[in-house]
């Protein structure tokens, strides 16, 4: 069997003699960054990552001269002026994230080690995907890649230790004081870096037999594999040999209790004709229908309190901008089990299987490409957005929805199966700009 490869690397991070508070140019993973929050990272430093992994766009760019040659511009400045430095050894990043949720008292703690990972491709199923991918996104992470020679962000990933062999050489490298120590957005952000060679071999080892599971940058894996390919033809090199044969990656364990899936919903606008007890006189084929009308209080904080207070039930909350919703509970699996006979149980069960094929698809006539297009479909993680919409008279209505459980990646990931796009949500974000792997260190 294949197994993954994990390395420690010379990883090139902010000089912190000259940036003493990494919140300064550290920001969140590019694709959840707004057009306000670009030009406020901008404004904040000067030497702020978002420069490097997210640049603006100028309406006078040219082929020449453009967010990614920017981008390769300045990062090649900013090594020679020493704002970034190479580590002076191979290194493991301990990475951890100390926050609070709403309503909650006490802290999490979410950690793992930020190191290279060996790419494969999914076939050999030392790696696992769960999630669809867009090309579009996929085209920009290769044009930047391309022109810096760079992973700029870690890919957010997944892994077993139920012996927990793992944990406690984490826990026992991260006893004393961090290296790093930085508040972002509320979180507190510790790293501590390891250079024993000895001790980043048992690293190295203890992940020999490990399966890797995708959870957050899709895009940035099939991306770095096309990447290894692209440089191979062009360099001439043998696969397996270079620094682009890996990829950079935090790795969690699955069961870490810091680790939180949150859900994604469904908001739908410009439906023709749309009938609200048409679509519920439907939706009692599959499902049983209950309409609850709201006393006071949040209508998105009642919706989703109720959905959650489940234990193996499938339940939506549809929302059409009145003082009531309706609750969704699936009555059975039969219709699901023989549309998608081909398919893993995991699959077939996922509430955003049955919310996709049986409501939006059967009943609303979105389908694949439409929802692709987000043409009739918009998704946000804010109940409180997808209630608020409905009201405004900007969209018909919007579905609500449970978060997909992290057992669920797992089985639908080694079923060798992709979710619908959307379907995972993980929080807290990794920062970017804690670490960059740039693959040719000789050139910093």
Not at 365 to 385: F, P, S, W
């Amino acid at each position: 069997m294949d197994m993954a490869k994990v390395i420690p690397f010379r990883g090139l991070r902010y000089n912190t003699e000259k940036f003493p508070n990494l919140d300064a140019v550290t920001a969140p993973p590019y694709d959840i960054i707004s057009p306000e929050q670009q030009q406020a990272l901008y404004e904040k430093d000067d030497s702020n990552v978002v420069r490097l992994d997210f640049g603006m766009e100028f309406s006078e760019d040219t082929v020449n001269e453009n967010r990614y040659t920017r981008s390769a511009e300045l990062l090649t400045q900013w090594i020679q002026e020493q704002k970034l430095v190479f580590e002076e050894k191979p290194a493991i990043y301990i990475y951890e994230q100390i926050f609070t949720l709403e309503k909650e008292k006490s802290p999490h703690s979410l950690k793992g080690i930020i190191s290279l990972v060996g790419l494969e491709e999914f076939s050999k199923k030392v790696v696992l995907p769960h999630e669809e991918t867009i090309s579009k996104a996929k085209e920009d992470r290769l044009h930047l890649m391309k022109t810096t020679a760079s992973n700029m962000s870690q890919i957010y990933s997944l892994y077993m230790d139920d012996e927990k062999t793992i944990a406690h050489w984490v826990d026992a490298q991260s006893a004393k004081e961090p290296d790093l120590s930085f508040m972002a957005d509320g979180i507190l952000q510790n790293i501590w870096i390891v250079k024993d060679e000895a001790v980043n071999a048992q690293i190295t080892a203890l992940f020999e037999e490990k399966q890797v599971f995708i959870a957050d940058g899709h895009h940035r894996y099939e991306t770095a594999l096309n990447y290894r390919k692209f440089r191979h033809q062009e360099d001439g090199t043998e696969e397996g040999t270079m620094n682009y044969d890996y990829v950079m990656m935090m790795l969690v364990p699955m069961d870490d209790n810091g680790l939180f899936v949150f859900p994604t919903h469904r908001m739908l606008r410009g439906l023709e004709n749309f009938d609200e007890q048409l679509l519920v006189g439907f939706l009692t084929e599959e499902f049983t229908v209950s309409k609850i009308y709201f006393t006071e209080g949040d209508y998105a904080e009642i919706i989703t309190d109720r959905l959650s207070n489940t234990v193996d039930e499938t339940l939506f909350g549809l929302y059409t901008g009145q003082n009531y919703y309706y609750l969704l509970n699936l009555k059975h699996t039969r219709t699901l089990d023989e549309k998608f006979a081909d398919r893993s149980e995991a699959y077939r069960h996922l509430d955003v299987t049955v919310l996709h094929s049986l409501i939006l698809e059967q009943y609303l006539g979105i389908d694949e490409e439409n929802m692709k297009n987000q043409k009739n479909l918009v998704y946000t993680r804010d109940a409180h957005e997808a209630i608020s919409a409905v009201q405004n008279g900007e969209f018909n209505c919007a579905f609500l929805i449970n978060p997909t459980k992290v057992s669920e990646i797992k089985e639908v990931a080694q079923a060798n199966e992709k979710m619908p796009q959307k379907s995972t949500y993980f929080w807290p974000k990794l920062v970017t700009g804690i670490v960059i792997n740039k693959f040719d260190v000789t050139k910093g």
